[in-house]
């Protein structure tokens, strides 16, 4: 039996995450970000450290019981929220959505948590359980992010590109 969408608390996102109206709170504890595009391969958003292999680009990986695969949202005010992974709180470095051509090459990678618009990310609700997400400091650009294959074009990265009807932009939250 279905049960009515109720709002939690105002503070709170709940994203629904499948048809049948189950839902999860975002800001309870933690969960994984796989794209439609790459769940069938089950492949996760890991967030690499600042200083890391991939040079702290978040990116593709097959889902693991991993600590960087495990993303935790804070609010951050106006329904944007900051992405942190649990491997990388303790450093305090969040998801950082840079620009197509931006310094690194339009990956999303780990940084330090500051007060920037890169680090603000906003989920739109983008049908059967999926959102796209995309960045306060992208917003206006209309760039969203992208989850690559492992072996992909990026090397795995998650990366900027232009908002399209494309399942790598599509992301869904699962606990």
Known sequence: MRKP??????????????????AIDIYDGYFKLTTQFRESQNECLEGNQVKGSMNGAA????????????????????????????????QNECLEGNQVKGSMNGAAFMDKCQNVSGQLWKATPAG?????????????????????????????AAFMDKCQNVSGQLWKFSK
């Open 5 to 22: 969408f109720q709002m939690l608390a105002p503070a709170a996102i709940v994203f629904a995450i499948s048809s049948n109206a189950l």
């Open 59 to 90: 990116f593709m990986d097959k889902c693991q019981n991993v600590s960087g695969q495990l993303w935790k949202a804070t609010p951050a005010g106006n329904g944007y929220f900051k992405l942190t992974t649990q491997f990388r709180e303790s």
């Open 128 to 156: 059967n359980g999926y959102f796209k997400l995309t960045t306060q400091f992208r917003e206006g650009k209309n760039e969203c992010l992208e989850g690559n294959q492992v072996k992909g074009s990026m090397n795995g």
